[in-house]
T-cell receptor, first 112, second 114 residues
Framework: DQQVKQNSPSLSVQEGRISILNCDYT??????FLWYKKYPAEGPTFLIS?????DKNEDGRFTVFLNKSAKHLSLHIVPSQPGDSAVYFC???????????FGKGTKLSVKP | DSGVTQTPKHLITATGQRVTLRCSPR?????VYWYQQSLDQGLQFLIQ???????AKGNILERFSAQQFPDLHSELNLSSLELGDSALYFC?????????????FGPGTRLLVL
């Protein structure tokens, strides 16, 4: 049972345009979400998080939106840069200890 | 550089063998997590330690075990290896291991079982 789903395995965007990466979840008890970015041959790197008491969190070019009623969150990257090309994972902590449930990731390619 | 180190970077071994993966958390972090990334399953939580004690267990096979030592480094032991154990194994650390803390990941160990 996949509780965090990223239904698009890949996304290609032109440099300078907006990248929108989507994530759906099934467990209504989830109240905190994170996005991680992963380059080949490296570990995941934390990007941005959002608590369920908010519907938006912004950090520079990265904004995460949360729609609790739809159990959906999205990561917007504006403007997209070639260095943003990576796999992006959506995750949510399970239980009190914080072990993360990850989506399967979306591979973003930003074309110059 | 996350500050989390993992050794070895690559490991090639045969079915039936046993291997040990090592992780050193960021300075000051007391909690260590182990995750497995396989092609079909994505990133899956295996086990968490906090200050030497096991705190949470995920989809960890009976053939796998882990521990965290007094110096806070952790080892993941994989035994009776099967072809399907080939995967990337990541270690992550956080300060006290609570749910809204950021976990910092190491570069991973790539295990290939032949």
């Amino acid at each position: 049972d996949q509780q965090v789903k990223q239904n698009s395995p890949s996304l290609s965007v032109q440099e300078g345009r907006i990248s929108i990466l989507n994530c759906d979840y099934t467990n209504s008890m989830f109240d905190y979400f994170l996005w991680y970015k992963k380059y080949p041959a490296e570990g995941p790197t934390f990007l941005i998080s959002i608590s369920s008491i908010k519907d938006k969190n912004e950090d520079g070019r990265f904004t995460v939106f949360l729609n609790k009623s739809a159990k959906h969150l999205s990561l917007h990257i504006v403007p997209s840069q070639p260095g943003d090309s990576a796999v992006y994972f959506c995750a949510a902590p399970r239980g009190s200890q914080g072990n993360l449930i990850f989506g399967k990731g979306t591979k973003l390619s930003v074309k110059p | 550089d996350s500050g989390v180190t993992q050794t070895p970077k690559h490991l090639i071994t045969a079915t039936g063998q046993r291997v040990t993966l090592r992780c050193s958390p960021r300075s000051g972090d007391l909690s260590v997590y182990w995750y497995q990334q396989s092609l079909d399953q994505g990133l899956q939580f295996l086990i968490q330690y906090y200050n030497g004690e096991e705190r949470a267990k995920g989809n960890i096979l009976e053939r796998f075990s882990a521990q965290q030592f007094p110096d806070l480094h952790s080892e993941l032991n994989l035994s009776s290896l099967e072809l399907g154990d080939s995967a990337l194994y990541f270690c992550a650390s956080s300060v006290v291991g609570t749910r809204k803390e950021t976990q910092y990941f190491g570069p991973g160990t790539r295990l290939l079982v032949l």
